[in-house]
Each structure stands twice: as structure tokens, then as C-alpha cells.
């Protein structure tokens, strides 16, 4: 069973390595681990060194939040006197600085610091972690049962081939998907350029029947006002029932 401990205190290593670069090498050239400054803050949620009114408000959003709440905490602690600490340049020093002058916080300091933990969020950052630890610690126990470094080399090797024929799997998977892409996108090529043809066609016919309509109407005011149309006349020849009339006989 892996020590909490041990976890808490590789998450918050690796959560200063992403995110203060400048601060995680400084402690990795003195040799400060995690372990040295921050135990006791996870131990006793910082009641051991810091003001009573600072770690009552700690308290309470360990309650709401959970234990997360102090890796925000001792992260923003570190990265508001990250220059001061960097500054320290000897393992005493910066031992001294963590332990006695960091703890001792103004009320302003102190309300700069719940302000940033209420909006961090680092939640996605301690689970990877976590799960790279216990991988971590896997693969050591795996390379401790091995015997010799020729069967430790095989597997090494069996490991790369597997990788390798994955990758060429994955390879094969995106070229297929990516040609398929293509053919949908030449499809909707030819979609929007048949669909422009035709709208280019239907502007065409509008405009020839509108340039019809003023043609007719045209026409129409030309025409005297008692002029009878074609119909008209037509009807007047035939009769209602089609049939040519009868000439009228003189009296």
C-alpha cells in the first residue's frame, strides 16, 4: 500500500515543477524536497506555524472543499514569496525563510492568499499526478523482480515492438480517416457549386421573366382604350359556343 504521504508530497513537487519552474529548480539545487517545509502543513493544516485566524479560514474550506485545499494553499503561499525565496541562497537560509519568516503573514497577505485558493482549481492536476506515482512505483517494483538486464532488455524490447505496431495501427486508422475527410469535403464542393449554378439559374429566369412582364405591360399601354384583345375578338366570330355567327340579313 503506497504511503499518503509519500503521494501528497510528490504531487505537490510536480504541481511546483509545472507551474514555478524558477522556485522547483531553486529548492532541486539546494536540495529542499517537499517533505522538509510541508509535512507538517499537511499534518496539522498549517495550525503548527501559522496564525490562528489564518488557519481557521483553511479549516473551513477543508470542510467544504476537501484536502485539495492545501496543496492550493501551500502553492500560493510559495509563489507569493517566490522572489524572497529564490533571494535565499544557501539550504539554511531558504530552510529558515520557509519554516519562520513565511509563517508570519500580515492580515492582507492573508486575504490575498484565501483569495487566490478560492479560484484556483487543481483537481485534474493531483489525480494525474497521483496515478503517475503509483505508475512510478509499479515500474520500479517491475524492474526490481527482474533477475538480469538481458531479461529486462527483452521486455524493454517486446514493449517497443508492441508500441511501434500500435503506432503503425494509428497511422493506418488517420490516413483512412483523413482520405475520408477529403471525399466529404470534395462532396460538399460540388454540393455549394451545383447549388451556385442553380441559383445563378433561377436569378437568370426571374430577370427574363420580369424584362416579359414590362414587355407586356408596355405593349398593353400602347394599345387604344377601346382596342379589343385577341380573345375578344375571337369570342365575338365564334359565339359563346364556338360557332362561327350567321351574317345579319339586311332588312
Known amino acids: 500500500m503506497f504511503n499518503l504521504h509519500q503521494i501528497q508530497m510528490y504531487q505537490l513537487s510536480r504541481l511546483l515543477h509545472d507551474y514555478h519552474r524558477d522556485l522547483y529548480n531553486h529548492f532541486e539545487e539546494h536540495e529542499i524536497c517537499p517533505s522538509l517545509y510541508a509535512a507538517p502543513w499537511f499534518l496539522t493544516l498549517f495550525a503548527s506555524q501559522f496564525p490562528l485566524g489564518f488557519v481557521s479560514r483553511i479549516f473551513d474550506f477543508v470542510f467544504v472543499q476537501g484536502t485539495e485545499v492545501i496543496f492550493k494553499v501551500a502553492l500560493c503561499l510559495l509563489s507569493s514569496h517566490e522572489s524572497e525565496i529564490v533571494e535565499c541562497d544557501s539550504f539554511e537560509s531558504i530552510v529558515d525563510y520557509l519554516k519562520i519568516t513565511l509563517p508570519s503573514l500580515a492580515q492582507a497577505q492573508m486575504e490575498q492568499t484565501v483569495a487566490k485558493v478560492m479560484e484556483m482549481d487543481i483537481s485534474k492536476q493531483l489525480h494525474a499526478y497521483e496515478v503517475e506515482y503509483h505508475v512510478l512505483q509499479d515500474e520500479m517494483l517491475d ?10 532488455l527483452d521486455k524493454l524490447e517486446k514493449t517497443n515492438t508492441q508500441l511501434k505496431k500500435q503506432n503503425m495501427d494509428l497511422l493506418e486508422k488517420l490516413q483512412a480517416a483523413r482520405q475520408k475527410i477529403q471525399t466529404l469535403e470534395t462532396s460538399v464542393e460540388n454540393f455549394l457549386s451545383r447549388e451556385s449554378k442553380m441559383k445563378h439559374v433561377i436569378r437568370s429566369l426571374e430577370q427574363e421573366r420580369a424584362a416579359h412582364q414590362k414587355t407586356i405591360e408596355r405593349m398593353r399601354s400602347c ?5 379589343l384583345t385577341d380573345v375578344e375578338m375571337t369570342q365575338i366570330k365564334t359565339g359563346p359556343n364556338g360557332k362561327a355567327k350567321a351574317a345579319a340579313k339586311k332588312p
Open 143 to 152: 524492474v526490481g523482480s527482474l533477475p538480469d538486464d538481458s531479461e529486462r
Open 223 to 227: 394599345l387604344p382604350s377601346d382596342a
